[in-house]
Nanobody, 113 residues
């Protein structure tokens, strides 16, 4: 089992920045992919960014050039710059290990116009 603990959400004005953090605990050996997804009110959960062992990073088109994902051992970060109201959502940390996905409880990001 892998447990994920997220932090860093909050309220920010448009154009501002936030940094999300996620720490993985438990049986972390073998984690292949770490990433962030988000779910806005009334919408489906969508991929924001992933970082894959030995294979680089992947971003949604909507965040390219504004968000940066990074990883430090069992922690994954999401630096979010130039935030816009449409970025408002609950952001979920996700890891994939041997084909099994694990999710955090989510952290709310609210961007005011």
């Amino acid at each position: 089992q892998v447990q994920l603990v997220e932090s860093g959400g909050g309220l920010v004005q448009a154009g501002g920045s936030l940094r999300l953090s996620c720490a993985a605990y438990g049986r972390i050996l073998g984690i292949n992919v770490m990433g962030w997804y988000r779910q806005a009110p009334g919408k489906e959960r969508e991929l924001v960014a992933t970082i894959i062992n030995g294979a680089g990073t992947n971003y949604a088109d909507s965040v390219k050039g504004r968000f940066t994902i990074s990883r430090d051992n069992a922690r994954v970060f999401l630096q979010m710059n130039s935030l816009q109201p449409e970025d408002t959502a609950v952001y979920f940390c996700n890891v994939e290990k041997y084909g099994t996905n694990y999710w955090g409880e989510g952290t709310l990001v609210t961007v005011s116009s």
